[in-house]
């Protein structure tokens, strides 16, 4: 079944315009997925456009079909603590910028387990995952392929 938002009210409409030009990044992001599913475009479509997962965009046009704008506000809770200091990131940041082999390692390029490895093994942290390497590398503009090894 292919889910679209409910049509629109002028000041609902014009509510979501100004909040689409928000310096809000996430009310910013929920309106525009209301506003492209008013003009007809489906969920997958949204997705491309938005870079979004469907779940999330499903989430947020129910919302709104529910409560209107104020279904697109969130309160946050406060969420879990930051699993590990800027300092500890920006060490991470730092190993991915230096060649592995300045380091006295037998390996030429860096992937995300080498670092996760290495971030352990120089007691950057007591544990971390590859995905998480990943999502402090994507923060710093910096890129790495998931290969082991």
């Known amino acids: 079944m292919v889910l679209y ?16 030009q928000s310096a809000d990044d996430d009310l910013c992001h ?3 997925i209301i506003l492209l599913s008013a003009q007809g475009y489906r969920v997958p479509e949204i997705g491309e456009l938005l870079g979004a997962h469907p ?4 989430k947020w046009i129910h919302r709104f079909n529910e409560t209107s704008c104020q279904g697109l506000r969130t309160r ?3 969420g879990a603590k930051p699993r590990f200091s ?6 991470i940041v730092a ?5 592995p082999r300045d ?11 080498r670092l996760a490895e290495q971030a352990q093994e120089r007691q ?10 990943r999502q402090i590398l994507k923060a710093a503009n910096i890129t790495y392929r998931h290969a082991t090894g």
Do not use: F, M, P
Request: net charge positive; no cysteine; aromatic share 6%.
């Open 5 to 20: 938002v409910r049509e629109l009210e002028e000041r609902e409409q014009e509510r979501l315009e100004r909040w689409a």
């Open 30 to 32: 929920r309106a525009k």
């Open 55 to 58: 779940a999330n965009l499903r």
């Open 76 to 78: 946050r809770s406060g």
């Open 86 to 91: 800027e300092e500890q990131k920006q060490r």
């Open 95 to 99: 190993l991915a910028r230096k060649r």
């Open 103 to 113: 380091l006295g390692l037998t390996y030429t390029s860096w992937t995300l387990h």
């Open 124 to 133: 950057i942290v007591d544990a971390i995952s590859h995905e998480y390497v």
